[in-house]
Protein backbone atom coordinates (compact mmCIF):
# COMPACT_ATOMS: atom_id res chain seq x y z
CA UNK A 1 0.00 0.00 0.00
CA UNK A 2 1.18 3.45 -0.74
CA UNK A 3 -0.39 5.42 1.45
CA UNK A 4 -0.61 6.35 5.27
CA UNK A 5 -3.02 7.49 7.37
CA UNK A 6 -2.24 10.47 9.99
CA UNK A 7 -3.29 7.96 13.05
CA UNK A 8 -0.36 5.72 11.66
CA UNK A 9 2.29 8.25 11.43
CA UNK A 10 1.34 9.50 14.10
CA UNK A 11 1.78 6.20 16.50
CA UNK A 12 5.53 5.78 14.38
CA UNK A 13 6.90 9.41 15.88
CA UNK A 14 9.36 7.84 18.10
CA UNK A 15 10.68 5.52 15.82
CA UNK A 16 14.04 5.95 15.18
CA UNK A 17 14.08 5.07 11.21
CA UNK A 18 11.39 7.02 10.08
CA UNK A 19 11.86 9.79 8.18
CA UNK A 20 8.97 12.33 7.42
CA UNK A 21 9.53 14.78 4.42
CA UNK A 22 7.46 17.95 3.94
CA UNK A 23 7.17 18.81 0.28
CA UNK A 24 4.86 21.74 0.18
CA UNK A 25 5.21 23.68 -2.85
CA UNK A 26 2.85 26.15 -4.54
CA UNK A 27 3.01 27.04 -8.70
CA UNK A 28 2.14 30.50 -7.65
CA UNK A 29 4.04 31.09 -5.01
CA UNK A 30 7.44 28.47 -5.17
CA UNK A 31 9.18 29.87 -2.12
CA UNK A 32 5.82 29.66 -0.06
CA UNK A 33 5.93 25.96 0.85
CA UNK A 34 9.41 26.53 3.11
CA UNK A 35 7.69 29.48 4.86
CA UNK A 36 5.09 27.41 5.95
CA UNK A 37 7.31 24.50 6.76
CA UNK A 38 9.37 27.22 9.43
CA UNK A 39 6.17 28.29 10.73
CA UNK A 40 5.32 24.76 11.49
CA UNK A 41 5.68 21.04 10.62
CA UNK A 42 5.03 17.37 11.85
CA UNK A 43 7.61 16.50 14.44
CA UNK A 44 10.64 15.51 12.97
CA UNK A 45 9.58 16.48 9.25
CA UNK A 46 12.56 17.67 6.81
CA UNK A 47 11.87 20.03 3.80
CA UNK A 48 12.14 18.72 0.22
CA UNK A 49 12.20 21.82 -2.04
CA UNK A 50 10.65 20.68 -5.25
CA UNK A 51 12.84 22.75 -7.22
CA UNK A 52 15.96 22.29 -5.35
CA UNK A 53 15.60 18.96 -4.75
CA UNK A 54 13.68 17.61 -6.93
CA UNK A 55 14.18 18.85 -10.20
CA UNK A 56 17.44 19.33 -12.03
CA UNK A 57 19.54 21.27 -13.62
CA UNK A 58 18.96 20.71 -17.65
CA UNK A 59 16.62 18.41 -19.35
CA UNK A 60 12.92 18.42 -20.82
CA UNK A 61 10.17 20.99 -19.38
CA UNK A 62 9.94 23.19 -16.34
CA UNK A 63 10.95 20.24 -14.02
CA UNK A 64 13.15 17.92 -15.35
CA UNK A 65 13.96 15.10 -12.81
CA UNK A 66 17.93 15.32 -11.67
CA UNK A 67 20.04 12.03 -12.82
CA UNK A 68 19.21 9.41 -9.77
CA UNK A 69 22.56 9.64 -8.87
CA UNK A 70 22.73 13.15 -7.95
CA UNK A 71 18.77 12.67 -6.52
CA UNK A 72 19.97 10.06 -4.33
CA UNK A 73 23.11 12.31 -2.92
CA UNK A 74 20.27 15.04 -1.88
CA UNK A 75 17.58 13.03 -0.52
CA UNK A 76 20.89 11.36 1.32
CA UNK A 77 22.23 14.52 2.79
CA UNK A 78 18.57 15.06 4.42
CA UNK A 79 19.52 11.54 6.33
CA UNK A 80 16.69 9.78 3.86
CA UNK A 81 18.20 6.19 3.33
CA UNK A 82 17.58 2.59 2.42
CA UNK A 83 17.04 1.65 6.13
CA UNK A 84 14.06 4.15 6.57
CA UNK A 85 10.65 4.08 6.53
CA UNK A 86 9.66 7.25 4.69
CA UNK A 87 6.21 9.61 4.89
CA UNK A 88 5.73 12.26 2.46
CA UNK A 89 3.24 14.73 2.57
CA UNK A 90 2.29 18.30 1.46
CA UNK A 91 -1.22 20.70 1.37
CA UNK A 92 -2.34 19.35 -2.10
CA UNK A 93 -3.28 15.92 -1.48
CA UNK A 94 -0.23 14.42 -2.14
CA UNK A 95 0.21 16.70 -6.35
CA UNK A 96 3.69 17.28 -4.92
CA UNK A 97 4.84 14.66 -2.36
CA UNK A 98 3.55 11.99 -5.14
CA UNK A 99 6.66 13.27 -7.17
CA UNK A 100 9.15 12.61 -4.01
CA UNK A 101 7.08 8.94 -3.92
CA UNK A 102 7.84 8.18 -7.20
CA UNK A 103 11.25 8.97 -7.34
CA UNK A 104 12.26 7.09 -4.39
CA UNK A 105 10.66 4.45 -5.47
CA UNK A 106 12.47 4.86 -8.93
CA UNK A 107 16.07 4.35 -6.84
CA UNK A 108 14.60 1.43 -5.32
CA UNK A 109 13.49 2.21 -2.19
CA UNK A 110 10.59 0.08 -1.54
CA UNK A 111 9.09 1.65 2.21
CA UNK A 112 7.70 5.30 0.83
CA UNK A 113 4.41 6.05 1.54
CA UNK A 114 2.31 9.28 1.19
CA UNK A 115 0.36 10.69 3.95
CA UNK A 116 -3.27 9.94 3.34
CA UNK A 117 -4.93 13.74 3.36
CA UNK A 118 -1.28 15.76 3.70
CA UNK A 119 -0.47 18.18 6.36
CA UNK A 120 -4.49 19.47 6.65
CA UNK A 121 -5.15 16.12 7.50
CA UNK A 122 -2.88 15.91 10.38
CA UNK A 123 -3.57 19.46 11.62
CA UNK A 124 -7.86 18.48 11.66
CA UNK A 125 -6.72 15.81 13.89
CA UNK A 126 -4.65 18.24 16.08
CA UNK A 127 -1.91 16.18 15.84
CA UNK A 128 1.04 17.88 17.44
CA UNK A 129 3.28 20.30 15.14
CA UNK A 130 6.60 22.37 16.03
CA UNK A 131 8.74 24.54 13.96
CA UNK A 132 12.31 22.86 14.93
CA UNK A 133 14.17 21.52 12.32
CA UNK A 134 15.90 18.19 12.74
CA UNK A 135 19.29 16.97 12.09
CA UNK A 136 19.87 13.58 10.79
CA UNK A 137 23.04 11.86 9.96
CA UNK A 138 23.95 11.54 6.14
CA UNK A 139 22.32 8.03 4.50
CA UNK A 140 23.23 6.28 1.78
CA UNK A 141 20.85 5.95 -1.43
CA UNK A 142 22.44 3.72 -4.45
CA UNK A 143 20.82 4.77 -7.20
CA UNK A 144 20.52 3.22 -10.83
CA UNK A 145 22.07 4.74 -14.18
CA UNK A 146 18.44 6.32 -15.42
CA UNK A 147 15.07 6.56 -14.28
CA UNK A 148 12.96 3.56 -14.27
CA UNK A 149 9.44 4.13 -16.11
CA UNK A 150 10.57 7.52 -18.07
CA UNK A 151 9.70 8.73 -21.49
CA UNK A 152 10.28 11.46 -23.44
CA UNK A 153 8.53 13.87 -26.85
CA UNK A 154 9.86 11.34 -29.28
CA UNK A 155 8.31 7.90 -27.44
CA UNK A 156 5.05 10.09 -27.20
CA UNK A 157 4.64 11.37 -30.63
CA UNK A 158 5.83 8.73 -32.38
CA UNK A 159 3.17 6.52 -30.46
CA UNK A 160 0.15 8.25 -30.54
CA UNK A 161 -2.92 6.51 -30.94
CA UNK A 162 -0.73 3.37 -29.75
CA UNK A 163 -0.40 4.47 -26.02
CA UNK A 164 -3.30 4.94 -23.34
CA UNK A 165 -2.42 8.76 -22.77
CA UNK A 166 -3.69 10.51 -19.13
CA UNK A 167 -3.43 14.39 -19.09
CA UNK A 168 -3.73 14.88 -15.16
CA UNK A 169 -4.17 19.00 -15.35
CA UNK A 170 -6.90 21.13 -14.20
CA UNK A 171 -9.76 20.77 -16.98
CA UNK A 172 -9.51 24.38 -18.08
CA UNK A 173 -6.32 23.97 -19.15
CA UNK A 174 -6.50 20.56 -21.08
CA UNK A 175 -9.58 22.01 -22.92
CA UNK A 176 -6.98 25.17 -23.56
CA UNK A 177 -9.43 27.71 -21.83
CA UNK A 178 -6.50 28.63 -20.35
CA UNK A 179 -2.87 28.29 -19.86
CA UNK A 180 -1.06 29.86 -16.97
CA UNK A 181 2.21 28.82 -17.94
CA UNK A 182 3.14 27.33 -20.58
CA UNK A 183 3.77 28.84 -24.39
CA UNK A 184 0.56 26.85 -25.95
CA UNK A 185 -2.78 25.88 -24.86
CA UNK A 186 -4.31 22.27 -25.03
CA UNK A 187 -3.64 18.99 -24.67
CA UNK A 188 -1.75 16.11 -26.53
CA UNK A 189 -3.56 14.38 -28.96
CA UNK A 190 -5.81 11.76 -27.92
CA UNK A 191 -5.07 12.27 -24.21
CA UNK A 192 -8.03 11.33 -21.72
CA UNK A 193 -8.20 14.34 -19.02
CA UNK A 194 -7.76 12.77 -15.47
CA UNK A 195 -7.56 15.80 -12.75
CA UNK A 196 -5.43 14.68 -10.60
CA UNK A 197 -7.37 16.67 -7.99
CA UNK A 198 -10.29 13.99 -8.83
CA UNK A 199 -8.45 11.17 -7.71
CA UNK A 200 -9.65 12.94 -3.90
CA UNK A 201 -12.28 12.80 -2.05
CA UNK A 202 -13.82 16.28 -0.43
CA UNK A 203 -11.27 15.79 2.73
CA UNK A 204 -7.90 15.82 0.19
CA UNK A 205 -7.84 12.14 1.09
CA UNK A 206 -7.17 9.50 -2.09
CA UNK A 207 -10.73 7.66 -2.62
CA UNK A 208 -10.97 4.27 -2.61
CA UNK A 209 -9.63 2.09 -4.69
CA UNK A 210 -12.41 0.50 -6.18
CA UNK A 211 -13.56 4.45 -6.83
CA UNK A 212 -10.21 5.35 -8.66
CA UNK A 213 -10.45 1.86 -10.58
CA UNK A 214 -13.45 3.29 -12.32
CA UNK A 215 -11.66 6.61 -12.97
CA UNK A 216 -9.15 4.68 -14.81
CA UNK A 217 -11.32 1.56 -16.03
CA UNK A 218 -10.13 0.64 -19.71
CA UNK A 219 -6.38 2.14 -19.46
CA UNK A 220 -3.57 -0.38 -19.63
CA UNK A 221 -4.97 -3.66 -20.58
CA UNK A 222 -3.45 -4.28 -24.17
CA UNK A 223 -0.75 -1.05 -24.33
CA UNK A 224 1.24 1.35 -22.38
CA UNK A 225 0.17 3.82 -20.34
CA UNK A 226 1.65 7.24 -19.96
CA UNK A 227 0.59 9.96 -17.30
CA UNK A 228 1.60 13.59 -18.13
CA UNK A 229 0.67 16.66 -16.67
CA UNK A 230 2.14 20.38 -17.00
CA UNK A 231 5.75 19.40 -15.85
CA UNK A 232 6.04 16.01 -14.97
CA UNK A 233 4.50 16.75 -11.29
CA UNK A 234 1.28 16.26 -10.69
CA UNK A 235 1.63 13.09 -13.35
CA UNK A 236 3.31 11.25 -10.50
CA UNK A 237 -0.18 11.52 -8.53
CA UNK A 238 -2.40 9.60 -11.41
CA UNK A 239 0.73 6.97 -11.38
CA UNK A 240 0.16 6.60 -7.53
CA UNK A 241 -3.66 6.74 -7.87
CA UNK A 242 -3.33 4.27 -10.81
CA UNK A 243 -1.23 1.71 -8.71
CA UNK A 244 -3.94 2.13 -6.18
CA UNK A 245 -6.59 0.86 -8.83
CA UNK A 246 -4.59 -1.76 -9.60
CA UNK A 247 -2.71 -0.47 -13.38
CA UNK A 248 0.88 -0.75 -12.39
CA UNK A 249 3.45 -0.15 -14.89
CA UNK A 250 1.88 3.07 -15.86
CA UNK A 251 5.08 5.55 -17.86
CA UNK A 252 6.10 9.00 -17.07
CA UNK A 253 6.73 11.89 -19.72
CA UNK A 254 9.27 14.13 -17.97
CA UNK A 255 8.66 17.10 -19.33
CA UNK A 256 5.30 16.85 -20.24
CA UNK A 257 2.95 19.50 -21.54
CA UNK A 258 5.95 22.32 -20.89
CA UNK A 259 8.40 19.85 -22.93
CA UNK A 260 4.98 19.26 -25.39
CA UNK A 261 3.97 22.94 -26.02
CA UNK A 262 7.67 24.15 -26.50
CA UNK A 263 8.65 22.33 -29.61
CA UNK A 264 8.10 22.93 -32.33
CA UNK A 265 5.11 21.51 -35.31
CA UNK A 266 4.10 19.03 -32.23
CA UNK A 267 0.42 18.40 -32.73
CA UNK A 268 -2.40 20.25 -30.17
CA UNK A 269 -5.81 19.30 -29.87
CA UNK A 270 -8.30 21.63 -28.13
CA UNK A 271 -12.08 21.09 -26.38
CA UNK A 272 -13.25 18.50 -24.28
CA UNK A 273 -12.39 15.23 -26.98
CA UNK A 274 -9.16 13.50 -26.98
CA UNK A 275 -8.87 14.52 -30.33
CA UNK A 276 -6.92 11.89 -32.69
CA UNK A 277 -3.05 11.25 -33.81
Sequence with gaps: MALITVDDVAARLDDPDLRICDVRWYLADPDRGRREYDASHLPGA?????????????GPGRHPLPSPGEF??????LGVGRQNTVVVYDSAGGGVAARLWWMLRGVGHSSVFVLDGGFDAWQAAGLPLTSKVPRFPSAHLEAPPAWPGVVDRSFVRTRLGTIDLVDARAAERYRGDAEPVDRLAGHIPTALNRPYTDN???????????????????LGRDRPVVAYCGSGVTACHAILAMQLAGIRGALLYE??????SAAPETPVATGNEPGTP
Design 46 to 58: VFVDLEQDLTGSE
Design 255 to 260: GSWSDW
Design 72 to 77: ARRIGA
Design 200 to 218: LDDSGRFLPPDQLAVRYAG
